[in-house]
Nanobody, 127 residues
Framework: QVRLTESGGGLVQAGGSLRLSCTTS????????MGWFRQAPGKEREFVAV????????HYAESVKGRFTISRENAKNTVYLQMNSLKSEDTAVYYC????????????????????WGQGTLVTVSS
């Protein structure tokens, strides 16, 4: 059983920055592809970014490209989402997700492709 724990959310002014963390526990010790999603009130959960098991593969939603950076520190079983130049429309609950299987298509951008989810961390951007 893989468990994911997010942290780092909070209240920030527009133009500011936050760094989210997602720590993985349980599982087999293998490296997994890790994704970040977000869900704003009244909206569907949407893809934000994903990083492959190897460090070279990343993919971003167009809405965050150039402002957000996903990275991982495998020794700490942690994935990060550095968010810069935040906008009010970035306000949402942010979730990290993973799956222990092999993704057959890249990038995996739909929530149903992921089996395990964290509890979410709230990011509020004030304008």
């Amino acid at each position: 059983q893989v468990r994911l724990t997010e942290s780092g959310g909070g209240l920030v002014q527009a133009g500011g920055s936050l760094r989210l963390s997602c720590t993985t526990s349980g599982g087999t010790g293998r490296l997994y592809t890790m994704g970040w999603f977000r869900q704003a009130p009244g909206k569907e959960r949407e893809f934000v970014a994903v990083i492959g098991r190897d460090f070279e593969r990343t993919h971003y939603a167009e809405s965050v490209k150039g402002r957000f950076t996903i990275s991982r520190e495998n020794a700490k079983n942690t994935v990060y989402l550095q968010m810069n130049s935040l906008k009010s429309e970035d306000t949402a609950v942010y979730y990290c997700a993973t799956d222990t299987g092999v993704f057959t298509a890249w990038p995996p951008k739909t929530p149903r492709q992921y089996e395990y989810w964290g509890q979410g961390t709230l990011v509020t951007v004030s304008s």
